[in-house]
């Protein structure tokens, strides 16, 4: 029998189901995939629910519905002032994935390069791969998750076809600055090539705001914005996505569409058109809850001693594990977590091409998209696993520093004896002719004998030898 596609086939089970799996059996809190674990807005599962009942369950038109495409046009010119055509720049997608696949598949041509910022996402290197694309990564690094300007210059060249770019970004939590997107864009535009923007989690960022690549001079008819109704509502099992792009990339990236899921659930879509409606307060007030519970999380991270990086925006913090890994990778560290603390987190080395360079060990990413009462139930998991550690080091602490005096101790000891044996030896002297000798007694001593309490005794025990202590006197 023939074998299955080899690539498909080589390609191990994700780092994300391993340690779900692992969760699960271990009764543990799963901190490690990004979904939150409430319902999103009333509203929007109510429309949804009464969509099912009025009689247009049938496929939606290939590039979505009109209601949503004009809500995300309208969207997109209340949040970022860019000026949308409904009719021939919005798709609609069965989720951000998708969105991203075709999107990709209908740029890029087998043999062109592509230009990746790690830690990514673990869906783009596959996907790439697949199409027969050669990816360029280059790396933030922790642990200010600095762009390095000179390195990515020198990712791109003449092969370059397209950047795929992730801001927000997961898992680091990276909000791309202004300079850096001006940066990439003077890139794209110095090696006509195109980006494709990831910016899933474009409304939750925390005391920054979120600037999409398009706004950037150079960048309308060369960027492609991807978002998800999943991440901006906390619908994640509705898998509704959205591609903005200028016309002439967006009949293609339609084509791409046609063949892989051609239309999505028409009464989702219908509810996705209506939360992005609710405008910027609730998505301030999504945010703001976000923050609240990132700041929770990570504040009892820094307290337990797990070190936070800097999180702007997303579902995600890291933290660094070298106080506690004790010789252990990030992917050995998480598997015994679980076992031992009973929380589930992610191994950032898995955010990294396995054919690149060495990533770093010593990070490790929980999600904080939870309830307030579940993250506070995961620091308490914690809490108890490494305080009881803390205990133990200190115990240990303490055994080394007795062992370190022990040579001390000995030698006072030995001191304290020897001026133990000392005095008996003054004491056997005084009674001689030279008991006056400064070794023996510096100071001249009366003679027991003119003490009232020692006359009687001395009378009594008085030697027939000759008074040789006058002499002395």
């Not at 979120?210 to 901006?232: C, E, F, N, V, Y």
């Not at 990778?329 to 679980?338: K, P, S, T």
């Not at 003119?450 to 006359?455: A, I, K, L």
Request: glycine residues 6%; neutral net charge.
């Amino acid at each position: 029998m023939k074998s299955p596609n080899a690539f498909l086939g080589s390609l191990p089970t994700t780092i994300f189901t391993t340690m779900s799996q692992l969760a699960m059996t271990h009764g543990a809190i799963n901190l490690g995939q990004g979904f939150p674990d409430t319902e999103g807005p009333a509203t929007l599962i109510d429309e949804a629910a009464n969509a099912l009942r009025d009689g247009r369950n049938q496929y939606a038109p290939l590039t979505g519905l009109p209601e949503l495409r004009e809500a995300v046009a309208r969207a997109s010119k209340r949040d970022y002032d860019l000026d949308i055509d409904p009719a021939q720049e919005v798709i609609v997608t069965s989720g951000a994935t998708e969105a991203l696949a075709v999107s990709l598949m209908a740029l890029i041509e087998p043999g062109d390069e592509v230009v990746l910022i790690e830690p990514l996402y673990d869906t783009y290197l596959p996907v790439l791969r697949l199409l027969g694309a050669v990816p360029r990564c280059v790396r933030v690094e922790a642990p200010d998750w600095h762009l390095s300007e000179e390195t990515l210059r020198d990712a791109f060249s003449d092969r370059t076809k397209l950047i795929l770019l992730n801001s927000p970004m997961n898992p680091s939590g990276k909000v791309f600055t202004a300079q850096e997107l001006d940066l990439i864009a003077s890139l794209v535009l110095a090696h006509d090539c195109y980006a494709i923007c990831d910016e899933v989690y474009e409304h939750l960022t925390f005391g920054v705001k979120h600037i999409p690549l398009m706004t950037r001079p150079g960048m309308r008819d060369r960027a492609i914005r991807i978002g998800s109704a999943g991440k901006s509502f906390s619908v994640t099992g509705w898998k509704i996505g959205y591609i903005t792009a200028c016309p002439a990339l967006a009949s293609v990236i339609a084509k791409a569409h046609q063949i892989i899921a051609f239309s999505s659930a028409p009464n989702l879509q219908r509810a996705v058109a209506k939360g992005l409606d609710l405008g910027e307060a609730f998505f301030a007030e999504l945010s703001e809850s976000l923050r609240a519970r990132r700041d929770l999380f990570a504040n009892g991270l820094n307290r337990l001693g797990f070190p936070t990086l800097p999180a702007d925006g997303s579902y995600f913090v890291v933290a660094d594990i070298s106080a506690h890994a004790e010789g252990r990778d990030d992917v050995a560290f998480c598997r015994d977590l679980v076992t031992e603390a009973g929380v589930a987190a992610i191994p950032v080395s898995a955010f990294y091409d396995p054919h690149g360079a060495e990533p770093p060990r010593h990070l490790v990413r929980f999600a904080f998209c939870k309830t307030e009462a579940v993250l506070r139930e995961a620091l308490g998991h914690l809490e108890r696993r490494f305080s009881l550690r803390r205990v133990e080091t200190r115990s240990s602490c303490r055994l080394v520093r007795a062992a370190r005096a022990a040579p001390l101790v000995a030698y006072l000891v030995a001191a304290s004896r020897l001026f133990r044996k000392w005095g008996s030896v003054r004491r056997f002297l005084v009674g001689r002719p030279f008991r006056h000798h400064p070794l023996v007694s510096p100071v001249p001593q009366e003679r027991p004998v003119d003490r009232p309490r020692y006359r009687d005794h001395w009378a009594a025990t008085r030697r027939s030898e000759p008074d040789w202590q006058a002499g002395c006197a």
